[in-house]
């Protein structure tokens, strides 16, 4: 059974910053590709950041600069570290991974607050 669970979320002054961190359970993260996504009340899910299996990255507009994902295969973990935090950017944070047979898994979410 593939499990993946977020942590690291919480409330946080504009300009702080946050650690993410999402550990895989039942399945392999090297193989696959690894995503954040997040949700705003009243918004569309949207992608935050991708990780390939080679470690390429890929940012939406928004975070670019200030979000950085990485990958530790050998601790089967997926890590999104926040800086310059905007209060746009308070959501809840999905773990999502994208199996090569374009499975997808996620994660329940944890939630980031920005605000004074």
């Known amino acids: 059974q593939v499990q993946l669970v977020e942590s690291g979320g919480g409330l946080v002054q504009p300009g702080g910053s946050l650690r993410l961190s999402c550990a895989a359970s039942g399945i392999s993260i090297w193989t696959n590709i690894m995503a954040w996504y997040r949700q705003a009340p009243g918004k569309e899910r949207e992608l935050v950041a991708l990780i390939g299996i080679g470690g390429s990255a890929n940012y939406a507009d928004s975070v670019k600069g200030r979000f950085t994902i990485s990958r530790d295969n050998a601790k089967n973990t997926v890590n999104l570290q926040m800086n310059s935090l905007k209060p746009e950017d308070t959501a809840v944070y999905y773990c999502?991974?994208?199996?090569?047979?374009?499975?997808?898994?996620w994660g329940q979410g944890t939630q980031v607050t920005v605000s004074s």
């Open positions: 999502n991974l994208h199996s090569l047979l374009s499975k997808d898994y």
